[in-house]
């Protein structure tokens, strides 16, 4: 096995989860390239001293440009705000790094354009974070899915929803401004990028997206609480996705439902180790949703446990994701989600915002 130093850039909630993911990822998988945490950057030097200290990295920065260019990192993750995203990744690409980014790709779609641009000009491995897409069971479902297990696939509905900002005494912060922070650059990604995993490319949609606190604590919210959009798949089928940062009782409904022309599935990440099939066969009388328990027979599973119904949690989907990242750099072939599907979920993104402002059905690939 060969070693491989890992840069990480944020050290808060998702560079923790990618730093704990990298020091774990090498004895749950096997893996070809064991990493090791070579550096990380905060925004500041006590907070990144404090990060190398907490999380085991060899050292620390308060300048990413310093962590992109040292011969000593060989790949970089990107666990900052999005607004840093684009120009870490291009000076990582140019210094001959794969990149990990976190979801969404991009502030917008022509930043994730040049960072897809930047990544094939490269010939660089990349990757980006959707990680709730990797729970075996959500594994599970694309297979049964692209198996025909289902039939053909005639209706989707997906939401994204949570209630952090339920309150509406709540004060204002960062999630509350700029576009890129709000509840279609925020959560809809993830539920966007697990339609196109489940069902397949959005060909055209009707949006309607809306900011239902305007102001918390006297400061103007400058964008949106939550979102839906009807949707049309190119493979004939229909959606509707739906997204709030403010459905109150819902702490991480990621759920979806699929329903084909032999049966259906339903899923809730809240339950994240359980996935719901009906398929339309023995009598009528015994038919119905059944429940299947993600167990070791199921996609990435095993590594964590032996034993079915025992579960995985949060944290064993970023290590999923960093065993992908390693095997693509190892085999020097990209594995989906790639920055390519990272741009083409903030083109839907696009879309919808603009559907929203028309007031009117718009096709994707106008965008």
């Known amino acids: 096995m060969t070693n491989i130093r890992i840069g990480i850039i944020g ?3 998702m560079g923790k989860a990618h730093a704990v993911a990298f020091a774990a990822v090498g004895g749950l998988f096997d893996t070809a390239l064991r990493p090791v945490l070579e550096m990380v950057c905060a925004s500041t030097d006590t907070s990144a001293e404090r990060y190398r200290a907490s999380f085991g990295f060899n050292r620390a920065t308060s300048d990413w440009r310093t962590l992109v260019n040292d011969p000593d990192v060989d790949a970089v993750v990107i666990a900052s705000p999005q607004v840093t995203h684009k120009d870490i990744a291009i000076a990582a690409f140019q210094a001959g790094k794969p990149v990990f980014c976190e979801k969404p790709l991009g502030a917008s779609l022509e930043e994730s354009r040049e960072m897809v641009a930047a990544a094939k000009e490269a010939g660089a491995i990349n990757m980006v974070g959707f990680n709730y897409i990797r729970t075996p069971a959500s594994q599970y479902a694309r297979q049964l899915v692209a198996e025909g297990r289902i039939g053909d696939v005639t209706y989707f509905r997906g939401e994204h929803t949570e209630d952090f900002l339920a309150d509406a005494t709540a004060p204002g912060t960062w999630r509350t401004e700029g576009m890129a922070n709000g509840t279609m650059g925020d959560l809809a990604p993830h539920m966007i990028n697990a339609a196109r995993g489940l069902i397949g490319p959005i060909s055209s949609l009707i949006a309607n997206v809306e900011t239902v606190h305007a102001t918390r604590g006297g400061v103007p919210v400058t964008n949106d609480d939550q979102a839906q959009m009807m949707c049309k798949f190119e493979n004939g089928a229909q959606g509707h996705l739906f997204f709030s940062r403010i459905a109150t009782g819902r702490k991480m409904g990621y759920a979806y439902e699929i329903h084909g022309t032999l049966g259906a599935i339903r899923f809730d990440q809240e339950d994240q180790n359980a996935l719901w099939l009906y398929t339309s066969e023995g009598p009528e009388a015994e038919r119905g949703f059944r429940k299947i328990l993600a167990g070791p027979a199921h996609p990435d599973y095993l590594p964590f446990c ?3 119904g025992h579960g995985t949690g949060y944290q064993d989907q970023i290590i999923i994701e960093a065993n992908d990242f390693l095997r693509a750099i190892h085999q020097n072939q990209n594995i989906w989600p790639t920055f390519e599907e990272g ?3 903030n083109r839907v993104v696009k879309a919808a915002l603009d559907s ?12």
């Open 343 to 345: 741009m083409e979920v």
């Open 11 to 13: 050290g808060g909630y």
């Open 306 to 308: 032996q034993g079915p």
């Open 356 to 367: 929203h402002d028309k007031r009117a059905w718009v096709d994707v690939k106008d965008y």
